[in-house]
């Protein structure tokens, strides 16, 4: 059985970090490609950051470039997100997110079958 379990997130100054971490179970996490979306209240779920399957190859959405940076584990199983220089308009609930199959390249605008539960993130002063 797959799950995704999203952890890290919380209240932040803008300008501060958060790491965001996704614990994933019944597959690994170099096999499929891994995605972390957001949606902010009023707005529609949008693409983060993805790091495809099985070179861990990444992508970034425009408005976090340069300051999100997505990894992952393969002993511990999990995939990071490192957000740095936040803002408030990156407040959102963020999801971890999974493909049913490897993707090696487009994992921005994959289709995604697995979701995790959201961790909510709030920058703010």
């Known amino acids: 059985q797959v799950q995704l379990a999203e952890s890290g997130g919380g209240l932040v100054q803008p300008g501060g970090s958060l790491r965001l971490s996704c614990a994933v179970s019944?597959?690994?996490?170099?096999?499929?490609?891994i995605g972390w979306f957001r949606q902010a209240p009023g707005q529609e779920r949008e693409a983060v950051s993805c790091?495809?399957?099985?070179?861990?190859?990444?992508d970034y959405a425009d408005s976090v470039k340069g300051r999100f940076t997505i990894s992952r584990d393969s002993a511990k199983n999990t995939v990071s997100l490192q957000m740095n220089s936040l803002k408030p308009e990156d407040t959102a609930v963020y999801y971890c997110?999974?493909?049913?199959?490897?993707?090696?390249?487009?994992?921005?605008?994959?289709?995604?079958?697995?979701w995790g539960q959201g961790t909510q993130v709030t920058v703010s002063s």
């Open positions: 019944g597959f690994a996490v170099n096999y499929q490609a």
């Open positions: 997110t999974a493909t049913r199959w490897g993707r090696s390249s487009g994992c921005l605008t994959a289709r995604y079958d697995y």
């Open positions: 790091i495809h399957s099985p070179y861990g190859s990444t």
